[in-house]
């Protein structure tokens, strides 16, 4: 098994794609927009890629935030609200922001399990600040860290009980960006001090299954090179300072933050401490090139893999799609429009 992520070209597997996944043996999937058309085809497509390896808990994951980050749209799934909903709710009523994001959370999950989807990258534990770049803005669930862990923690709690897990992001903090990392790398100067706030959402759900590294330069920490591909960010904020052991992955390394090639890129990452690369765009060029850089998976990061994979478990005596939704409606409906 290859330590990597990889994206698909569209809503079928390609002779090539098969042919090179079978010998590859990636580690899971990311699915985007051009790879769904519809519920059918897109469990059709799940269950190919299960059927390839042979393994019912293979990773396989999609961005299905809420809001302007949905990959599975309405009229065919339901519509889902951004993050910042909840983060209103929590002024007005704490324990109801928490129950909706839950009842949200648990919803979402329903959808992607119905679908063979079995990872999502949620929730973002970013925590806003003034000024920053728009790209978390309503993405996130605010300013003030122990409101973002609560909800964060809500989040997980939802996705498993749907049989979904979930992926905390973006380590250790894309808060305080002043660019967007899908256009630029960003540099973020704060003190050590300062980055305290960033860290705690973090420290908070250290036990979190799955984390996902920030294309982001942190000067307190390694003015050189970004998250992704810093040893000492990786090994001493992450892993130490955080006190995360789940399975990490790095961000998609065909954002415009990280320059070189990508499976040099891929390569690096994982030389600096991640647990997986993610490679997202499915362009066979790349991926062959990172299949041929890339070491086998360590013991470790296939340990917390399978570890990763064990904490979802569907609750099928659980409420049904339509009350959670029902649920989480009722509880929103307190939030001024």
């Known amino acids: 098994m290859k330590p990597v992520i990889f994206g698909l070209s569209g809503e079928t597997l390609t002779a090539d794609e098969r042919a090179f996944f079978s010998d590859a043996q990636p580690a899971g999937y990311i699915l985007f927009r051009r790879n769904i058309a519809g519920r059918q085809q897109l469990r059709a497509l ?15 994951m999609i961005d299905q935030e809420g809001g302007r980050v949905a990959r599975m749209q309405a009229p065919v799934w339901p519509s889902f609200p951004p993050a910042a909903v909840f983060d209103r709710l929590y002024d007005i009523a704490p324990s109801s922001a928490i129950a909706a994001a839950r009842a949200n ?50 989040v997980i709690e939802g996705l498993e009980r749907g049989g979904v897990v979930g ?39 250290k036990d979190a299954p799955i984390g996902m590294t920030a294309h982001v330069v942190y000067t307190a920490w390694d003015p050189d090179l970004p998250a992704s591909l810093s040893p000492s960010v990786i090994g001493t904020i992450i892993r130490k300072r955080i006190g995360f052991d789940g399975l990490l992955m790095s ?13 040099e890129l891929a390569a690096a990452c994982v030389a600096a401490g991640c647990d997986l690369a993610l490679n997202c765009w499915g362009r066979m060029d790349d991926m062959i090139g990172i299949a041929n850089l890339l070491p086998d998976i360590s013991a470790q990061a296939k340990a917390r893999l399978d570890r990763a994979m064990a904490r979802a478990s569907l609750d099928k005596d659980g409420p049904p799609l339509e009350q959670l939704l029902a649920t989480r409606d009722a509880l929103l409906a307190a939030v001024p429009a």
């Open 105 to 154: 959370a648990h919803a979402i999950a329903l959808t992607l399990s119905e679908a063979g989807i079995t990872v999502d990258a949620l929730p973002l534990l970013d925590v806003r600040q003034e000024g920053a770049s728009d790209i978390m803005g309503d993405r996130t669930f605010g300013a003030e860290p122990m409101r973002v862990a609560a909800l964060g923690r809500a």
């Open 251 to 263: 961000d998609d390394l065909d954002m415009k933050a990280l320059s070189g090639s990508i499976p």
């Open 46 to 60: 799940t269950g190919d890629l299960r059927a390839l390896h042979g393994r019912d808990d293979l990773l396989i």
């Open 167 to 205: 992926i905390v992001k973006h380590m250790p903090g894309h808060g305080r960006a002043l660019v967007d990392s899908h256009l630029d790398l960003p540099v973020v100067a704060a003190s050590e001090e300062e980055l305290l706030t960033d860290l705690a959402p973090f420290q908070t759900l």
